[in-house]
């Protein structure tokens, strides 16, 4: 749910003229992002290939115009439903920027090959220990690796790692 809500907070800082050209909902002389269900609800009924497409075209009309779009630079965060090769591509080679994808069962070739190389790991390269929250405190556990980057079959790998997470 996390890449739902960086979308809905980034829809959030957005200004009166960009929710203007997004077609956002105008009420009480503003116009309002939609909530953070409605637009979890959307993401999940929409074709990746087809919200790609029609991103790009959106962003080549308007994005110049918007500093809040700029991404030459920048890092790209995705969940597993936007980890795609051609949103990879285009992020890399079009755009100038970086990613960090979460790959789950869309991408299962690259799944498996990351989930086999880090099957007989030693000790994590980083543990984060959260102080507690609600009683319980969250330990994160990460492997990294730069040795499946030349090897994944996903363009412009720069690293790839796994997180295990315990509660107690």
């Known amino acids: ?11 959030k800082s957005l200004g009166q003229k960009a929710r203007e050209r997004f077609c956002c909902r105008y009420e009480n002389g503003r116009s309002v992002v939609p909530s ?6 959307i993401l999940i009924r929409v074709d990746p290939l087809y919200l790609d497409r029609a991103l790009q075209r959106w962003n ?3 994005g110049q115009e918007d500093e809040s779009l700029a991404i030459e630079g920048k890092t790209i965060t995705a969940d597993a ?11 890399v080679e079009q755009r100038n920027a970086s990613y960090h994808f979460t790959v789950k069962g869309n991408q299962p070739g690259v799944f498996q090959d990351i989930a ?7 000790a994590p390269d980083f543990i984060d220990c959260s102080p507690p929250e ?3 405190i969250e330990v994160r556990k990460i492997w990294t690796t730069t040795e499946l980057n030349d090897y994944l079959n996903f363009p412009h ?3 790839a790692f796994v997180v295990q997470r315990e509660f107690t």
Not at 116 to 122: G, K, N, P, T, V
């Open 157 to 159: 790998v720069g690293q």
């Open 36 to 41: 953070l269900f409605t637009i979890g609800d």
């Open 1 to 11: 749910m996390r890449g739902y809500l960086a979308i809905s907070d980034w829809a």
């Open 116 to 122: 086999l190389y880090f099957e007989d790991r030693q």
């Open 60 to 62: 080549q009309a308007y």
């Open 134 to 136: 609600h009683g319980r």
């Open 81 to 91: 439903l936007l980890t795609q090769k051609d949103i990879a591509n285009y992020l």
